[in-house]
Nanobody, 111 residues
């Protein structure tokens, strides 16, 4: 099983990024996918989740209305569209499914 994130970058406050996570080695469309993030000195927190068929979405209160999780099961990919980014969104963002984790991608929001 492998999860590979991409799309992290340095962006100014108010900007947007789209993160991607490609899964392999398992039946991707059968499992819920989650995005977590971990800022320096803080615990890892759940940001967003999506069920296998994409019919149910959930978000942390801190990102509701700004972030959107989606998936394309034909491409074994889950996305996190992040708009209206704030400095407090700075963190390493991780893709997760069941017990598997990606290596993370760094998002830095700074002017």
């Amino acid at each position: 099983v492998q999860l590979v994130e991409s799309g992290g970058d340095l962006v100014q406050p108010g900007g947007s990024l789209r993160l991607s996570c490609v899964g392999s080695g398992f039946s991707f469309g059968s499992y819920s996918m989650r995005w977590y993030r971990q800022a320096p000195g803080k615990e890892r927190e759940l940001v967003a989740a999506i069920t296998g068929a994409g019919g149910s979405l959930s978000y942390a209160e801190s990102v509701k209305g700004r972030f959107t999780i989606s998936r394309d099961n034909a491409k074994n990919t889950v996305y996190l569209q992040m708009n209206g980014l704030k400095p407090e969104d700075t963190a390493v963002y991780y893709c997760n499914s069941v017990a598997y984790w990606g290596q993370g991608t760094q998002v830095t929001v700074s002017s």
